[in-house]
């Protein structure tokens, strides 16, 4: 079977992918088969004229980057050129499903079925097309002749139970959910469904109990929650309802969904169930299993599910969100853009799709149409706290240190009390006072997000390496950073600071056993090698010095460390004495 390799508001991690699954074992051969892919040029889509052999190399080699659009446009003009080739149609019918073109796979869908009667995605297609035409009995037909396996089976019976309330036997379709057999983590996705088929077929006590034990199997899924939470508006209280949603916040704090749920119950409505109808309950059922493949490395299978969940319910509120996270994954950020475009004005998560689309922006290289946008976000909401946090992100990264530092500091003077949760706001502007030379105000930043997090390595580390470069609390210091690389012994960074605290404390020989243990763990970082070449010049490896520099001359340091390097290389490393405790530097004058 050939299968064309292109490429979490849910807490349910369940481990699905199964070399039994014929799919899941092609899926593993991808990686494999882009090692393969010729390194030739993408080739100008616009070109009036482009030869088979050039379309099938670019066709293939789009699919290796994840290119669905440029996959999709080669094995059209391919499957011009050769249009009874099987093997062009299942590539092509599969790029187009990843590239979210679902219409216009459907017909290659039925070539494939008359070449492979058990085409398992094909029979998806097909299923979730006869599902939005309500042709339940055609959608059953072609999910029972599809390839099993363990996705495969809770898939078909899941689609397959949902068809079932549309032909108006919902508890017939909970007893094929019931009957069937797999792995442990089928007990989840069968729970939550079971529920969603009761409810939506009116059964409210039957319902109340499945939607409850989904809830309870995993407070901290959503979508469980969410779905109990309705039902008990509706057929308990409104405070047993909220009392739900507090529960859960208390582990996923400020879910905008559950905020406008809350939000409605206080005004004194009662919450519909999740799900209303057999395509809204296909297109759940496809994002959930979307969300968890994409969570265990099944990228394109995952990409499948959630374009098909769209294309049944373009309104879902999860489906396009997680879509666009796989993209900011595969480090698509124009995708993730155009995915956060669609997600509705209404929708309560509309102003989080617009910040991940200001990161996503900035990612792409436009960094003022992504501040302009985290701007107006800000404006139109100053108590906002994750437009401003994204903000602050975006001047940090663009070391525009003063203004990092105040629009943090916007969202720390909203803090009633600090908690453990928000040592990263001090954190970073900690880092932007002091990177904007305001010790002071960096210093108790630091302090403080020490006092939220006590060991934590991060914190440990920045600040314990600042005092040691101004000789203040050496002993102390040098302890914090010690325990910082005891805490993260693989991070290169830390064992980098612990390095560079030996040398400016004049220990060099510590220095270089230190550094260099951190250039094994980050080996192109040149920063890194060009503080190990400064150790090794200290204690005469000068040699292995020049080594060390003209290395991190070519790791792309940025240009004023760049300046410093070449300037070693020419003529070595300008004599400076230890650090000193800053009692001892006031002595000295």
Known sequence: MAVWCAPSWDSLTVKILSLSSPLALALSLCTALATTAPAFAKEDLSAPETSVAGSFLSARLAGAERDSDAAV??????????????????????????????????????????????????????????????QYQTARTNL????????????ATLLAAWTMVGSGNAKSGVELID????????????????????????????AGKRLEKAAQTDPATLRAVDAYARWQSRNVDKETALATYQAFEKLLPRHPLVMSAEAELQAGKTLGPLIRTPQEGAAEVLYSLGAALGRQGGEDLAMVYLQLSLWLAP????????????????????????????????????????VQMSINLDIAGKFDEARKHLVALVESD???????????????????????????????????????????????????NERNKNWPAAEADLKMALKLYPDQPH???????????????????????????????????????????????????DAVTELERAVELKPQDPVINDHLGDAYWKVGRKLEATFQWAHARDSKPEPEDLTK???????????????????????GG
């Open 315 to 354: 309104d879902h509120p999860l489906a396009g969100l997680t879509l666009a996270d796989l993209y900011e994954q595969l480090k698509q950020p124009l995708k993730a853009i155009s995915v956060y475009e669609k997600i509705p004005a209404n929708s309560p998560l509309k102003r989080n799709a617009e």
């Open 73 to 134: 446009t080669y094995l059209r003009a391919l499957m011009k050129a050769d249009p009874r080739n099987d093997e062009l149609v299942e590539r092509a019918f599969f790029a187009m499903l990843v590239a979210g073109e679902v219409e216009e796979a459907m017909p290659l869908a039925e070539r494939l079925v008359k070449v492979d009667r058990s085409h398992r995605i094909a029979r998806l297609a097909l299923a979730a097309r006869a599902i939005k035409r309500g």
């Open 565 to 587: 390097i070449e300037k070693k290389l020419q003529s070595g490393l300008e004599e400076e004495p230890p650090v000193k405790k800053a009692e001892e530097q006031q002595k």
């Open 179 to 206: 009957r069937l057999q797999g792995p442990d983590w089928y007990a989840a996705f069968k729970d939550i469904n079971a529920g969603l088929i009761l409810d939506a077929a009116g059964l409210k006590k039957e």
């Open 459 to 509: 914190v440990l580390n920045y600040l314990g390496y600042s005092w040691v470069d101004q000789g203040l609390n050496l002993d102390q210091a040098l302890d914090m950073i010690r325990k910082a690389v005891s805490l993260r012994p693989d991070d290169g960074y830390i064992v980098d600071s612990l390095g560079w605290a030996y040398y400016r404390l004049g220990r060099y020989d």
């Open 144 to 155: 029972s002749l599809s390839v099993r396996g363990p996705i495969g089976d809770l898939t």
């Open 382 to 432: 100053p108590k906002d706290t994750d437009a401003l946090v994204a903000l602050g992100g975006l001047y940090r990264g663009h070391k525009m240190y003063a203004e990092c530092a105040d629009t943090y500091g916007k969202v720390i003077d909203q803090l009633k009390e600090p908690t453990r949760n928000n040592w990263t706001l001090f954190y970073f502007r900690g880092i932007c």
